[in-house]
């Protein structure tokens, strides 16, 4: 299983994906317009790995035009773009590979819906691939991922967050380990896919490690921000279903041999990835229900502690209340009293009523009632 790079930059907060992306109305269809952040200083990363048998070349492309004589060899080319930001150059590149406008207006939209398209020539599958924030933060960060495939080519879009889940594969083309290097480019995409999958477990399995915590919480004192964390936790998981439910169907669809660009070879491992993504579905499942149920259990904590509270003061009100009524009635007109004609009796009745208020404040403070 590959583990995701831990991000160690500043990163988009996950609740604004949900939030939709401007896009400037009326354009005409297939209109190519970036809707991710902006990224002006930072450079769009072109490499290639073409192998074929234990052959295998890589070198970073300078030139987009270079990406057509690679499309059209007898080997595997996976040409690989870190970053989208620049149109111009991602145009360059889908025009030298006769990609349809409508495919580069989806590259460029980074709030695709996961998805499979067919062109004559190409396929085309867009999902979403997930990172790690830094040691400070638990949130996730989403990445955009588009793989165009064809007959001898992969040609992957990143966002250009950086780190990804691909090494593995790339030392695998390298060192010429399993059966990668011979087999066509619709196994190459199913390693790619099976990799993106793969690091959802890694992701999951951080949610259950603040699961796990939040219901320690729960148990032993929960707070206002329990709740709030419960709901931070809910929200990204939703977004995550949202990302791999239509995933479902994408891979379903490779997997049925649906294209004469999938192999029979490759339809019992897609099948395998297809099981994969069903797992991830079920995790999910459980985990957005085990955080309702997290909810029920703080509300009825919270009514709980409630409850508690009412009940001692009850108990304080029960013990004061008759001292009350009999002083009421009969007052403090007594004689006999000693501080009754005390010089400093007004002065030290105030103090005592005071230090009694602050007391049973300091008290109320420490079993967290106010």
């Known amino acids: ?221 929960p707070q206002k921000q329990t709740l709030t964390e419960i709901y931070s936790i809910k929200r990204e998981m939703l977004y995550i279903r949202k990302s791999v439910w239509p995933l479902r169907e994408a891979i379903s669809r490779l997997e049925r041999g649906e294209s004469e660009l999938v192999s029979r070879n490759t339809h019992l491992y897609l099948r395998d990835v297809y099981d994969h993504t069903i797992n991830v579905l079920d995790t999910i499942e459980t985990y957005r229900d085990m955080l309702s149920g997290m909810i029920d259990i703080y509300l009825s904590s919270i009514s709980n502690r409630l409850n508690e509270t009412m009940k001692y003061l009850a108990l304080i009100s029960t013990i004061f209340i008759p001292m009350t009524f009999i002083a009421s009635i009969y007052g403090m007109n007594f004689e006999m009293m000693p501080e009754l004609h005390w010089l400093h009796g007004y002065w030290f009745a105030l103090g005592l009523m005071a230090a009694i208020g602050i007391g049973f404040f300091i008290y109320f403070k420490k079993k967290k009632w106010v």
Request: charged share 25%; hydrophobic share 35%.
């Open 1 to 221: 299983m590959n583990t995701p790079k831990v991000i160690k930059r500043p990163y988009i907060q996950l609740r604004r994906l949900f939030k939709p992306k401007k896009k400037t109305a009326g354009l005409p269809p297939g209109s190519p317009v970036y809707t991710g952040e902006v990224k002006k200083d930072e450079k769009i990363n072109v490499s290639l790995i073409d192998y074929k048998g234990h052959i295998v070349n890589e070198k970073v492309i300078n030139n987009p035009k270079e990406c057509r004589v690679y499309t059209e060899n007898d080997s595997i080319s996976w040409i690989d773009v870190d970053g989208i930001h620049d149109v111009e150059l991602v145009q360059n590149i889908t025009n030298s590979i006769n990609i349809h406008p409508l495919v580069v207006e989806d590259i460029l939209n980074v709030d695709q819906r996961s998805k499979l398209d067919e062109y004559d020539g190409y396929i085309y599958i867009v999902l979403k691939m997930f990172h790690i924030g830094n040691s400070n933060s638990s949130e996730i960060i989403p990445e955009q991922v588009s793989i165009i495939f064809g007959k001898n080519f992969v040609v992957t879009f990143q966002e250009g967050i950086e780190g990804d889940t691909f090494q593995e594969i790339r030392n695998r083309i390298r060192s010429n380990k399993g059966i990668i290097n011979k087999m066509t480019s619709d196994y190459l995409v199913y390693t790619i896919i099976d990799s993106i999958i793969d690091s959802y477990f890694t992701i999951l399995e951080s949610f259950g490690d603040r699961i796990e915590k939040l219901e320690e919480e729960l148990v032993n004192n």
